[in-house]
């Protein structure tokens, strides 16, 4: 009679201990879905930020190996992510549009509206009015006697700092909710599976086990847990990735190999803190309340 007895009992903790893995991998899923769309996000808006452009105009008298050497010098800083020579022709194409260039030398007799310029895009942290400000500063500090202006669109800097300002805030706003939801899923999951060994917690304890001892292998296996539910919740991610990748045309998901550790990092950070934080106030319930109240 032991055996069956036996039986029922192992099969029952595992599959308490499958079901907890599974609904802490959907929980993380869902927690991997927002996480991976701020990642996602966050490269956009760098992206955004570091095609800003701005150029540089010279004084007509500047012939263009001294232009050239400002532009050599000008590479060597480090708050721009790409520093461009743009000559004469490019800039009356880029201004006239293709083929369009010898229609405008013609009407303008041949004279070049735009003279050679230096075009150069700032790195994430400087493109903002404040930064471009100090740019432009430092340009006109160092180049002041060659330099006529410093030429950027400050609508254009205000709009992609203000537009992912707020979108920003909206995502943190749900993180902040999804977290909510999913620590209390996580606490009652852990909770139900812990309360089918309550008994085994109680009689520990009555032999004289200390707290510390029988909290030790249910939190080492809290960390399993969040572990391979971390990795779980990752595949389910990226499976969810690959198919909107590839089975629909009109979506195409940017994801490299630092947003996948982030990621992976993010889940599995999330896992293992939520499971262990879960497992020891469920813990400390069991150990609190005295035998009749485990009935």
Known sequence: MAKPIDKSSRRGVKTSYISTIVGVSLVLFMIGLVSGGYFGLD??????????TADIFFKPDLNDADIKQIELELKTWN??????NVSADRALEDFAGEGRSEEIMEILD?????????????KE????????????????SQYGDRVIDVNYQESSIEEVNLGFKQI??????????????????INSTIR?????????????????????????????????????????????????FYALNNV???????FDIISFFKLLGTLLISGVLITLVSTWFALNKYLRMKLDDLY
């Open 43 to 52: 490269n956009i808006q760098r992206q955004a930020k570091e095609n800003l």
């Open 79 to 84: 708050e721009f992510s790409e520093v461009t």
């Open 110 to 122: 041949g004279d070049r509206p735009i003279p050679t310029n230096i075009s150069f895009k700032p």
């Open 125 to 140: 942290k400087h493109a903002n009015i404040e930064g471009m400000n100090a740019l432009e500063a430092k340009i006109l």
């Open 168 to 185: 920003v805030l909206l995502f943190a706003i749900v993180a902040a909710l999804l977290i909510v939801i999913a620590v209390a899923m």
């Open 192 to 240: 139900l599976a812990l309360y089918s060994k309550r008994f085994s917690i109680k009689t520990m304890q009555l032999v004289g086990a200390t707290s510390r001892y029988i909290r030790r292998p249910f939190l080492w296996q809290a960390v399993g847990i969040g572990i391979i539910s971390g990795i779980i919740g990752m595949a389910i991610l990226l499976g969810l």
């Open 248 to 254: 629909m045309d009109s979506i195409e998901i940017p």
